[in-house]
């Protein structure tokens, strides 16, 4: 039986039905889905009650594991991480700014793939923004200041020791294993315009969580400019929205979208299992 993929109807997203992820898949599945995964960037696999085993399985397919560097996988598993927060959690909402992950890194990673297991009743959302029509639309003028950009990007604003989830962070009782460190302040350059690897369509790469200037341009510049970009390429006219619920796996394309999380689970845990798609040769 063929995958059936239903458009969101949003900016971008599909959900796919009538397929087993829990089983091995055939390789024309296995090629349907990736055409589908290139055109709607993210995916949606609904009632699917999956083991890490399964969830491993399921990435290889579209890539090997990539690195996650500031994070501590789950035991036993080197390649899955635990997206946790406790129902009793006090810290800021983790990820809660549009991001494209691992953006710093020399080759960042193809996609990321996300398990649900712990879904809170109420919020826990998380957004896309399709970054091919975020330029596409963008007005000429500002199209203009970004054509030609090298983008510089480091973790430092996240990961460093003294960053949002360095050492204050981890010592207020967060509950998951994020592991800073000075490596964070390393930098990695990207043009902030350029095309996807294996469709060739153009599109915006990351955001100002990631990028903290431009080659050639002073800070204030930089950072105007990344401001009036990030305030564009996130508009609601290119995202979807996704209601998660438990046995879900959701899979996006880090070379097209940004994603962001949100709150709204006060008092309820949340738990999800993470593996990362690396990036292929051609990256």
Same mark, same amino acid.
């Given at each position: 039986m063929s995958p059936k993929i239903t458009p969101s109807g949003q900016a971008c997203g599909a959900t796919v039905t009538g397929v087993d992820l829990t089983r091995p898949l055939q390789p024309e599945t296995v090629r349907a889905l990736r055409e589908a995964w290139l055109e709607h960037h993210v995916l949606v696999f609904p009632d699917?009650?999956?083991?890490?085993?399964? *969830?491993?399985r399921f990435t290889l397919y579209f890539g090997a594991f990539g690195d996650d560097p500031f994070f501590g996988p789950i035991p036993g598993r080197e390649h899955i991480a635990a997206i946790r927060r406790d129902a009793d959690e006090t810290a800021p909402v983790f990820a &809660?700014?549009?991001? %494209?992950?691992? %953006?710093? @890194? !020399? @080759?960042?990673p193809a996609g990321t793939c996300l398990f649900g297991i712990t879904i809170p009743p109420v919020g826990g959302d998380t957004l896309f923004a399709d970054q091919h029509q975020a330029l596409e639309a963008m007005p000429a003028s500002l199209r203009e200041r970004l054509e030609g950009r090298i983008a510089i990007h480091s973790a430092r604003r996240g990961y460093a020791p003294n960053g949002a989830y360095g050492d204050a962070d981890q010592a207020a009782g967060r %509950?998951?294993? +994020?592991?800073? %460190?000075?490596?964070?302040?390393?930098? @990695?350059?990207?043009p902030i315009i350029r095309?996807?690897? &294996?469709?060739? =369509? *153009?599109? +915006?790469?990351s955001s100002l969580a990631y990028i903290i200037g431009f080659e050639g341009m002073d800070e204030q510049e930089g950072n105007l400019l990344l401001g009036e970009l990030y305030q564009w390429q996130t508009r609601e006219a290119f995202r979807y929205r996704h209601r998660w619920? !438990?046995?879900?796996?959701?899979?996006?394309?880090? =070379?097209?979208?940004?994603?962001? #999380?949100?709150?709204?689970?006060?008092?309820?845990?949340? *738990? *999800?299992? =993470?593996?990362? +798609? #690396? #990036?292929?040769?051609?990256?």
């Open positions: 699917q009650a999956m083991s890490d085993d399964d *969830l491993e &809660e700014v549009w991001h %494209s992950d691992w %953006s710093f @890194q !020399k @080759q960042p %509950s998951m294993d +994020i592991r800073p %460190s000075e490596a964070a302040m390393a930098t @990695q350059t990207h095309p996807h690897p &294996e469709t060739g =369509r *153009l599109g +915006i790469f619920s !438990k046995d879900m796996l959701v899979m996006w394309d880090n =070379r097209s979208v940004l994603h962001t #999380a949100t709150g709204g689970y006060e008092g309820h845990a949340r *738990l *999800l299992h =993470r593996t990362t +798609i #690396a #990036a292929s040769p051609a990256d």
